[in-house]
């Protein structure tokens, strides 16, 4: 018989105006026992290339805030919905999510993939290359 594991609710944030304005988020998620934080790998602020992609602007780099966020608390998971593997040098990256694993005791949830936002590459001055027949954002 297979045991069964809880069904469990996460939350994303992408901003926060201040340090402490983080940290008291953080710690509210987990007192309010959700299981995981979550932020997006996304560097876009206001501008035309955040506008063309249809993406809020993203405050916060998700390797800096998952590291405070999980130096706060204790039990709450800590994550980045998927890494977009052409916005990291591989080997850093892989080096960042097991320093993270480590000092959150285990609390790391990693996922990493392609990107999908070709006004994104674009404006980071990346070659966006789209899979087989592409994205609906790959054709703007």
């Not at 026992?33 to 206001?46: P, Q, W």
């Not at 999908?116 to 027949?133: N, T």
């Amino acid at each position: 018989m297979a045991s069964s594991r809880p069904f469990r609710f996460a939350v994303q944030a992408t901003k926060a105006r201040s340090g402490g304005e983080w940290r008291t988020l953080a710690r509210r998620i987990e007192d309010l026992r959700f299981s995981t934080l979550f932020l997006a790998d996304h560097y876009l602020g206001h501008g035309p290339a955040s506008s063309e992609s249809r993406q809020p602007p993203q405050h916060l780099a998700p390797i800096t805030a998952m590291a405070v966020a999980a130096a706060v608390t204790e039990t709450l998971r800590i994550g980045c919905r998927v890494f977009c593997v052409d916005y990291h040098v591989p080997a850093v990256l892989a080096k960042e999510a097991a320093t993270l694993d480590l000092l959150s005791d285990g609390r790391l949830e990693f996922g990493i993939g392609a990107g999908w936002s070709a006004p994104e590459y674009r404006a980071m001055g990346l070659e966006f290359a789209p899979g087989r027949g592409g994205s609906p954002s790959s054709k703007r």
